[in-house]
T-cell receptor, first 114, second 114 residues
């Protein structure tokens, strides 16, 4: 996906360990989002950022924290991974929070917590 | 409660057929609506973005329409090809005063058979 990359692409981790996922963009977009996608639930917003060091919670933020120290990087941390956090995580970017120009998504990170 | 529904959940058609995917939403106060395509194990690719003031958008063989009064959007795919096989997601940005929120449908899984 042009301009936005996620790492790692796949991760297996043990319950109770911390995990950090990275989203990197080269579009200089102001807004960045972390979503999780699960069967039967569609995409759900975890956290989003509206600028460097400016973040806010989404609808499923419990157990997750985020940080944005640079415009291009948005990190998602699972403080103590649980099996319920096994999911596919997507990062998205937008130049406008009102969705005026739509979102661009990364390729996703498949996380398995065992 | 604002909801987005996509019916059917799965669709299988022979190659060459014209088809329509449906997206219904419960609140007519929308800002815009975006159709995405998701290939297995991949991220989301934006197909078409329709602003609330628009009735339709076209890109190649794809045409998306929007009828706010009936709470419905359709994605029309002309002359379907096996390469169109994917899951198609609809996302609606609701614009109810201060309660702006992006709601996702669960998608329609399309299989185009040679």
């Amino acid at each position: 996906d042009a301009g936005i990359t996620q790492s790692p692409r796949h991760k297996v981790t043990e319950t109770g360990t911390p995990v950090t996922l990275r989203c990197h963009q080269t579009e200089n977009h102001r807004y960045m989002y972390w979503y999780r996608q699960d069967p039967g639930h569609g995409l759900r917003l975890i956290h989003y950022s509206y600028g460097v060091k400016d973040t806010d919670k989404g609808e499923v933020s419990d157990g997750y924290s985020v940080s944005r120290s640079k415009t291009e990087d948005f990190l998602l941390t699972l403080e103590s991974a649980t099996s319920s956090q096994t999911s596919v995580y997507f990062c998205a970017i937008s130049d406008n929070h009102s969705f005026r120009d739509g979102y661009t998504f990364g390729s996703g990170t498949r996380l398995t917590v065992v | 409660k604002q909801e987005v529904t996509q019916i059917p959940a799965a669709l299988s058609v022979p190659e060459g057929e014209n088809l329509v995917l449906n997206c219904s939403f419960t609140d007519s106060a929308i800002y815009n609506l975006q159709w995405f395509r998701q290939d297995p194990g991949k991220g989301l690719t934006s197909l078409l973005l329709i602003q609330s003031s628009q009735r339709e958008q076209t890109s190649g063989r794809l045409n998306a329409s929007l009828d706010k009064s009936s709470g419905r959007s359709t994605l029309y795919i002309a002359a379907s090809q096996p390469g169109d096989s994917a899951t198609y997601l609809c996302a609606v940005f609701f614009n109810a005063g201060n309660n702006r929120k992006l709601i996702w449908g669960l998608g329609t899984s399309l299989a185009v058979n040679p």
